[in-house]
């Protein structure tokens, strides 16, 4: 009977450790032993240019979490390798993420009116790069430029470019993402030459770094608006800067514009945490997250 209470009592805090997880709300960076195993801030200006920029900070090093990535075959059609586009709070609730923001960039087709007919939720797209949530590989278009994020068995981030379909025969690797090129690479800011394009002009950008030793990943969305006049969000070598000022030492860029999104769960369950740069907030097909260690997904 002694060991049945303790097993039943085991089971209880586990079940409560789990479902309690939620991201702290600070008022500004903690220190590095600050904090618990996620915490949230909002930065209000970089480098002399005033917008939001909301950062999530994951202590790699708790127990009790663990890097996850959401995405999902289309129902008729599971083996296509496409990916559906859902609501961002959606697509965490569903994972049983506390906190996540959007990853793989993505298109129906090819062209500026694929990618606006692919907005719409529950629609097919091909994902830029490859992602694979849960052990569920997506092929995407490879880039040998792009970078991607994968967690191995032991929780341990990676960032690196990789071959075409490396991803997939990774062995224990289950959850992974692709973004553009990387930000930064062995603490060094990358300088990609920027030209007259978008990666010059201020708008939203979402990207995810790690630390020294693993013992960070950071979490970011920066708002910003559309067009070459925009006063508000990143550069590409502006948010390079920013992620080396966090401390980063690998840093990928991820979708921006309409897509940038970041979701966390306060205490109270989900909220979209950043102002959409289309005003109304974009389906995507693939969010990098976090959830609790034995916390099922929250709908099923």
């Known amino acids: 009977m002694y060991f049945l209470f303790l097993g039943i009592c085991f089971l209880l805090s586990n079940t409560i450790w789990a479902t309690s997880l939620h991201v702290e709300r600070l008022e500004s960076q903690p220190g590095a032993t600050q904090a618990g195993s996620l915490a949230y801030w909002q930065v209000n200006d970089f480098e002399g240019v005033e917008f939001p920029i909301h950062v999530i900070r994951v202590d790699l090093k708790a127990p009790e979490i663990r890097v996850s990535v959401s995405a999902e075959s289309p129902a008729k059609d599971p083996d296509s390798g496409k990916a559906i586009t859902r609501e961002p709070k959606a697509a965490a609730h569903d994972a049983g993420m506390v906190a996540a923001i959007n990853a793989n960039a993505f298109a129906e087709g090819s062209g500026v009116l694929s990618r606006i007919a692919g907005v719409a939720p529950g629609k097919a797209v091909e994902l830029y ?48 993402v692709t973004g553009f090129h990387q930000l930064i690479r062995n603490s060094k800011v990358l300088d990609w030459g920027a030209a007259e394009d978008e990666n010059a002009q201020r708008i939203a950008r979402t990207a995810a770094g790690i630390s020294n030793k693993n013992e960070f990943l950071y979490l970011v969305v920066a708002e910003g608006k559309h067009g070459v006049f925009s006063k508000s969000g990143f550069t590409e070598p502006a948010i390079a800067r920013f992620m080396a000022s966090l401390g980063c030492v690998e840093a990928l860029m991820f979708d921006g514009g309409g897509s940038s999104s970041m979701v966390a769960d306060f205490g109270d369950g989900l909220e979209l945490v950043n102002h959409p740069a289309d005003r109304l907030t974009r389906p995507v097909p693939v969010m990098l997250g976090v959830v609790g260690i034995g916390e099922e997904a929250r709908s099923k």
Do not use: Q, R
Request: hydrophobic share 45%.
């Open 129 to 176: 790069g490859d992602a694979m949530a849960n052990g569920v590989f997506f092929p995407g278009k490879f880039d040998p430029y792009a970078g991607s994020l994968w967690s191995d068995a032991d929780n341990v981030i990676h960032v690196a470019e990789l071959e075409e379909g490396a991803l997939a025969k990774m062995p224990g690797v289950t959850n992974a």
